[in-house]
């Protein structure tokens, strides 16, 4: 199977804590590399990942509070400092480019690559990223300030051809293609071989949603129906649901029903608060609801399937 | 003897490396906390040291290169999560307020402190800070761009009395300011009792000097004589001398030659490049000229003596 997975680099929420870095994470599909979220320290947890800084040609920002973004501009400083010269492209609400040009302008006015910046309206369901083999579109989350999602999703592949099967009914090799994409083969003495018998079927597209930061947020529900890995705001127990109210983030319960709802396979918590010394609590109360859950934590890899 | 220490947080270069973050440190002097630079991730040191955010008052930033303020902004929104209250000053090249009072505008609007901004001229020496206790000038080095160092002087103290002798001659209590402050008391039968005999001497006064980023420069010899401590650039080994050239920064070697040229008592070195896996060739480069050196680390504290 094709290589999609999950690398987590911060997953604390914005006050300082011992146990985690701000919201950083990289997704990995088919060895295109995506930064989502961009906390201060980024840079460093790259380093330590092992991930190389070149293969990263997209960073995502889901909103523009400082623990998801106050780390890009040293990423891009020593994107720099590290000889790169292709384009390096930035998703995010559209507002970001009124400080980060300027940013860019007194501290990096040197760089040897384009910053394109591609703005997104936080509001509304967009396609921000699309080529063959993917698609990102974003989630509209409830948040304190306009604030978004991402959703990965895989695109249906081709099936495997039956090699064995091929041979026997002897498909000659230029056909192959065809008859991945769905073609059956027709003999010369006119005999018609559906696609069913000389192929295995294709392993179903995978997707990924990231929905950090967010209140509770039913009406994303119909957008993530059967997503194969969740990655959902935790910020609080549910013991500390009135504080969740008040600083529009979600409890480990809360992550859970929405996981539960879309029919998710899997799902990962994160962006915790500093106040909890054991997060075991909170993936307890996730589990209660839905038992296939993971805390989040700098440096796991999750695989997406 | 009070209290005067500096405590690494980085003292890495630009380049992301695994072993060092970049440019900071907290100089206390008598409880009294100075952050000398901000790189990205100074936040995260600082609460991995378990210095108090709150006792911080005076952020001094040499010069206006990422890896010595990018954790500024971070810095002050979280001085802002943290519920502080009392004003924030920050000493930095004057240019820098062009940039951080936009970064303020967009991304701190809502913090309940002052920040109030204090420019200086890298290229001058200026007093940048005083009180009964110490003055705080810049050093004004060379490196690619503007950039100062900082002077941290101790104001003389006034000398300990000697309780006993002080007994024995009857000097009444409200008297011993004066005395410890250099005067002579006169007994009742005239007889005069020099300073001298009543008191021990003060603990001279101590100095600190942060040298970062700059190449070899022997004009600010004269500003250093006989500082306590010097923090020095020590960015490449003397078999790297171009590389330092290129950069604008200096070797082990020429940092061992400014401490002794300046009569110091100590050298920390610090500011060391991602090349070298191993820093103690930057020690012993240094030890050869100037024997009492240490190589900084995070979470080192180094004592002012």
Same mark, same amino acid.
């Given at each position: 199977?094709?290589?999609?997975?999950?690398?987590?680099?911060?997953?604390?929420?914005?006050?300082?804590?011992?146990?985690?870095?701000?919201?950083?994470?990289?997704?990995?599909?088919?060895?295109?590399?995506?930064?989502?979220?961009? @906390?201060?320290?980024?840079?460093?947890?790259?380093? #330590?990942?092992?991930?190389?800084?070149?293969?990263?040609?997209?960073?995502?920002?889901?909103?523009?509070? @400082?623990?998801?973004?106050?780390?890009?501009?040293?990423? !891009?400083?020593?994107?720099?400092?590290?000889? #790169?010269?292709?384009?390096?492209?930035?998703? =995010?609400?559209?507002?970001?480019?009124?400080?980060?040009?300027?940013?860019?302008?007194?501290?990096?006015?040197?760089?040897?690559?384009?910053?394109?910046?591609?703005?997104?309206?936080?509001?509304?369901?967009?396609?921000?990223?699309?080529?063959?083999?993917?698609?990102?579109?974003?989630?509209?989350?409830?948040?304190?300030?306009?604030? =978004?999602?991402?959703?990965?999703?895989?695109?249906?592949?081709?099936?495997?051809?039956?090699?064995?099967?091929?041979?026997?009914?002897?498909?000659?090799?230029?056909?192959?293609?065809?008859?991945?994409?769905?073609?059956?083969?027709?003999?010369?003495? @006119?005999?018609?071989?559906?696609?069913?018998?000389?192929?295995?079927?294709?392993?179903?597209?995978?997707?990924?949603?990231?929905?950090?930061?967010?209140?509770?947020?039913?009406?994303?529900?119909?957008?993530?129906?059967?997503?194969? !890995?969740?990655?959902?705001?935790?910020?609080?127990?549910?013991?500390?649901?009135?504080?969740?109210? !008040?600083?529009?983030?979600?409890?480990?319960?809360?992550?859970?029903?929405?996981?539960?709802?879309?029919?998710?396979?899997?799902? =990962?918590?994160?962006?915790?608060?500093?106040?909890?010394?054991?997060?075991?609590?909170?993936?307890?109360?996730?589990?209660?609801?839905?038992?296939?859950?993971?805390?989040?934590?700098?440096?796991?890899?999750?695989?997406?399937?």
């Amino acid at each position: 199977m094709e290589k999609f997975e999950v690398t987590i680099l911060g997953c604390g929420s914005a006050t300082p804590s011992h146990r985690h870095y701000t919201s950083s994470q990289v997704v990995n599909i088919r060895e295109k590399l995506f930064m989502v979220d961009c @906390g201060e320290g980024t840079q460093i947890q790259i380093r #330590r990942s092992r991930i190389a800084f070149a293969k990263i040609n997209h960073i995502l920002i889901s909103h523009l509070h @400082g623990d998801h973004c106050f780390g890009l501009i040293g990423m !891009l400083s020593s994107f720099g400092l590290l000889g #790169r010269t292709a384009p390096l492209y930035i998703h =995010a609400p559209a507002d970001m480019w009124n400080i980060l040009e300027k940013e860019l302008a007194f501290y990096c006015s040197e760089l040897e690559f384009e910053v394109v910046f591609q703005g997104f309206d936080p509001a509304v369901i967009q396609t921000i990223y699309e080529d063959r083999s993917v698609r990102i579109d974003t989630i509209p989350l409830k948040h304190r300030i306009p604030c =978004a999602g991402f959703l990965f999703l895989e695109k249906p592949v081709a099936d495997h051809l039956n090699r064995e099967m091929a041979d026997f009914y002897k498909v000659p090799q230029w056909d192959f293609g065809r008859i991945k994409d769905g073609g059956d083969f027709t003999m010369p003495d @006119g005999t018609v071989i559906p696609h069913s018998r000389l192929t295995y079927p294709a392993d179903p597209p995978r997707s990924y949603a990231y929905c950090c930061d967010t209140e509770y947020n039913p009406e994303m529900i119909n957008q993530l129906k059967g997503v194969n !890995l969740i990655y959902h705001d935790c910020t609080y127990s549910v013991n500390d649901v009135e504080r969740a109210r !008040l600083h529009h983030h979600s409890t480990a319960v809360e992550a859970a029903k929405t996981a539960l709802a879309a029919g998710a396979s899997h799902l =990962a918590l994160g962006h915790f608060s500093a106040r909890y010394d054991d997060e075991s609590i909170l993936l307890r109360e996730a589990q209660e609801i839905f038992p296939d859950t993971v805390l989040s934590k700098e440096g796991l890899t999750i695989p997406v399937n």
